[in-house]
């Protein structure tokens, strides 16, 4: 009889004697009915290469390479190396790569390994860098098309926030701009060992070619919806004449000519709305 997932991690955390590295994030999923989920939620195939940030114990690893053509994986942890090539070092397109992500040029990694057509990363996050980890892929890798990741329930409720939302902020407006963001379902805590504080949710990023990261527009874009937002109850009015000094009756001005009301808020406005008024003061600011 097959060994369910929650059985192989409770014995591999007792017979390793692994210790669980808090500061790391490490909360294992155990819960083979979320991970079929996240399988099924995303359309993998032969012709698939995943990438998996933090595999662990191999919970997630396991089903991925069932279903798909090859995955690379990166783990921090010297620990888990061990474990993951004995259960995984017998498949042909499997890449454990021992390292911290932020460290790696991921399209490198790619083509030095792997010459899968399709590339999806597919992981689940610590909560602590889930934010540096996802803008780092998404501003350096041309390759990855999408991302379905696990993150905390708070966060993701974020990423994937309408317009005029308690939850719709700086994060929302600047992931929003650069994919078509999706939340897809919750997974409760209990879903894990050791039972974190707080539950997740799993969300889909598909990734807009189109957008360069690299132009000086979008990097300015990002820093003004920063600003834009750091005073959520003020207009944009006074957040605009708090960060760059300008005259109020400019910035009026400005937000007039835009076609939006003199004593609008960030959060009432549509990343598309935002950017087009960004645009106006990267031109004054740039005369």
Known sequence: MNQT????????LKDKNIKIRK????????DDRMLNQIIESVTID????VIEVGPGLGSLTHYLLQ???????????????PILNDRFSHHDHFKLIHDDILNRNLDEDIKTHFSNKKVILIANLPYYITTPILFKCLEESSIIARYVVMMQYEVAKRF????????????????????????LFKVPRQAFIPEPNVDSAVISLDVDQNVRLDDTMTQFFFQFIKQAFKQRRK?????IHA???LDKSIIENQISNAGH???CRAESLSVDQLYGISCLFYDIMNR
């Open 5 to 12: 997932t929650k059985q192989i991690v409770t014995q591999l």
């Open 23 to 30: 500061h790391l994030g490490q909360n294992f999923l155990i």
């Open 46 to 49: 032969k012709e698939t290469l």
């Open 67 to 81: 279903n798909a053509g090859a995955v690379m994986a990166y783990e921090i942890d010297a620990s888990f190396i």
């Open 160 to 183: 994937t926030a309408s317009v005029s939302t308690k939850d719709y902020n700086a994060l929302s407006v600047a992931m929003q701009y650069r994919t078509k963001t999706r939340y």
């Open 235 to 239: 207009t944009l009015v006074n957040n």
């Open 243 to 245: 960060a760059y000094g």
């Open 261 to 263: 009301l003199k004593n």
